[in-house]
């Protein structure tokens, strides 16, 4: 069975720190292949990407969370990183990450077939 498990949400206050893991498993291809990539949904807006990483470790960020935020994997392990800084109440929202195979990867939704359930980050004031 295909599946991306997250977890490592919780609350935190402004200014902490959480970090979220995304287990993969029953993969077609191998791990490394994949475009990753951490999506957040906030309460009554749009999904949204946040950052990607591609089969050679290049990485993506959108604007508000580049130099708070670091996207990484485990191959070894199958397993997806995002370790989120300096954490603000507008950071607030659901996690999920997502795998696809796809030329140029980048945080957008296109090309990803895989999802996760998702992990909920609540950062209080």
């Known amino acids: 069975q295909v599946q991306l498990v997250e977890s490592g949400g919780g609350s935190v206050q402004a200014g902490g720190s959480l970090r979220l893991s995304c287990a993969a498993s029953?993969?077609?291809?191998?791990?490394?292949?994949?475009?990753m990539v951490w999506f957040r949904q906030a309460p009554g807006k749009q999904r949204e990407g946040v950052a990607s990483i591609d089969s050679i470790g290049s990485t993506r960020y959108t604007d508000s969370v580049k130099g708070r935020f670091t996207i990484s994997k485990d191959n070894a392990k199958n397993t997806l990183f995002l370790q989120m800084n300096s954490l603000q109440p507008e950071d607030t929202a659901m996690y999920f990450c997502a795998a696809g195979i796809v030329f140029g990867c980048t945080y957008s939704e296109s090309g990803k077939t895989i999802w996760g359930q998702g992990t909920q980050v609540t950062v209080s004031s």
């Open positions: 029953g993969f077609v291809l191998s791990f490394s292949a994949y475009c």
